[in-house]
């Protein structure tokens, strides 16, 4: 089920605990939690409805400007379809975020071993987990498309083998490409392969920024801004003006500022 930044967001929140979706037939359980940047949504009911019985309280639920705008933006995709009204809720952190953070000891390291050799001895067109790895250390923040051409894959096919590793906290995705966590790259020197000199080096200080989006990662990158203490001595206008920050991101990241005790310059 796919849910925008802002959604992800004020779920979150607790500002939004329903969606309304277009499906010939329910595509998710009560109980599933999906991951997502934010953490885990939890559903916590699917039901078919009428289109005519929706509420504008519930279009406020949603996070719908209006119950007009809602029924819009329902028959403008698939309107042959029945409409199911989801109830969502925030779950709580994704706990690959702690995994990723876990140098696992002698034993771990043999059965992550013993797990990257079935996955390369399983796939069809050759052995893949450690030159993925390698390549995710050597490069991060790179878009999949230009990893999987280095590696003679196409997109798709790399992505899904990037998840596999995801699952088990080797990487972590980024909202521009990946990284090796700290328990991938325990992995690599536990068999002595090549590492990258910059996932060597210290981390830089501070506080990660949030997931914003590409467009406003890659506009604050290329000003130098990397962490929320860099993105505090900027004012809301300056950062607001850069060429991909809008609105949802400039939002996100207060909201990241003032959680970390931090605020723009100008907000003191």
Known sequence: MQMRPAELAAI????????????????????????SAVGLIEITSVDRVPVSRLTAAEARRAGAASLAALRQGLDRVHPERPVYRIGLRYAGADPRAALREAVPDAAELDALVAWLDRLDRSSSTGPWTRATLTLIDELPATRAPDLA???????LSFKQNVRKLKERG????????YRLSARGGAVL???????????????????????????????????GVVRLEQAATLTAAEVGA??????????????ALAE?????RDET
């Open 12 to 35: 979150r929140a607790g500002a939004v605990d329903l969606a309304f979706r277009r499906w010939e037939q329910p595509r998710l359980r009560v109980g599933t939690q999906m991951r």
């Open 149 to 155: 051409e280095r590696m003679g894959r196409d997109t």
């Open 189 to 223: 020197d536990h068999e002595g392969l090549p590492r990258s000199d910059a996932s060597r080096s210290a981390p830089e200080p501070g506080t990660p920024l949030p997931h914003l989006g590409a467009p406003a990662t890659r506009a604050l990158t290329a000003h």
């Open 242 to 255: 850069l060429h991909g920050v809008g609105p949802f991101a400039l939002g996100r990241l207060r909201t």
């Open 260 to 264: 970390a005790g931090l605020s723009f």
């Open 170 to 177: 080797l990487t972590e995705s980024l909202d521009i490409g």
